[in-house]
């Protein structure tokens, strides 16, 4: 750190004070410098920084290519979705594993009086990496969960099943004591109207900015949306059948 210009900084808010005698004054050279902490890394953590801006959407395009080529080439695809969106989860778990153990590392390689700085720095520093890491995390278990919902799964049917029992259709009867063109038209186009639902929150969440926290609302938005087509359409269904 540079005295003089720390002391240029600090007279700056001294031009308007009983102290404003001392802005603008060059110190002595012998003033010097003062060395906080000896950091090689610093210019290639700078080098990251300056070049993390376009590996980012190249990295997502290659992700998105790479496993759509892979759903598309596979025997099973709703599995390989169900694997990959596992995979990708598992990996944003361990991510966030390493950036706490990261911001450790990076305290304990400086003096002792300067770990609280070192790791509110760190912290700075990693933020938007974690909120990214823990978006990611939730789509990929939201992928999976929609996937295994959907496929002919003995466990998912007993799920679905037990949410129109229990849930769909007494809600519905509360509704509606007779049928009508509405509930005609959602239960001949029911799954449609789901995966169409899907499809939008989807495609929402790929224009906007991402959070944990925002992808939990958009989860729990697409259940309540998918939750109402069923409850439209489930008495229906039970009685023609």
């Known amino acids: 750190i540079n005295l003089q210009d720390v002391y240029n900084r600090l007279g700056e808010s001294l031009k308007d004070t009983k102290l404003s005698f001392l802005a ?3 110190l002595p050279k012998q003033a010097g410098t003062i060395n906080v902490v000896d950091a090689p890394w610093i210019p290639k953590a700078r080098c990251v920084v300056d070049n993390i801006g376009w ?3 190249v990295a997502l395009l290659l992700i998105a290519i790479l496993s759509a080529l892979a759903i598309w080439v596979s025997r099973h695809r709703r599995r390989m979705v169900i694997a990959l969106a596992s995979i990708f989860a598992l990996g944003m778990a361990c991510t966030l594993i390493a950036i706490q153990i990261a911001q450790g590392k990076i305290a304990s390689h400086v003096q002792p009086a300067y770990h609280a700085a070192a790791k509110e720095a760190a912290q700075i520093i990693l933020q938007p990496l974690g909120h990214q890491t823990w978006a990611i995390l939730a789509v990929s278990l939201l992928i999976a969960i929609v996937a295994w919902l959907s496929g002919p799964y003995r466990w998912a049917h007993c799920t679905v099943f037990a949410t129109r029992q229990y849930v769909s259709k007494p809600l519905h009867r509360l509704i509606f004591k007779d049928e009508n063109d509405l509930t005609n038209r959602v239960t001949g186009n029911r799954q449609t109207l789901q995966w169409v639902t899907v499809a939008l929150i989807g495609l929402v969440m790929v224009l906007v ?8 609302a958009y989860g729990a938005a697409m259940f309540v949306a998918v939750l109402i087509i069923e409850i439209l359409a489930v008495t229906h269904s039970v009685n023609k059948r």
């Open 209 to 216: 900015r991402l959070s944990f926290w925002l992808v939990v």
């Open 55 to 57: 590996l980012k959407p």
């Open 24 to 26: 603008g004054k060059t």
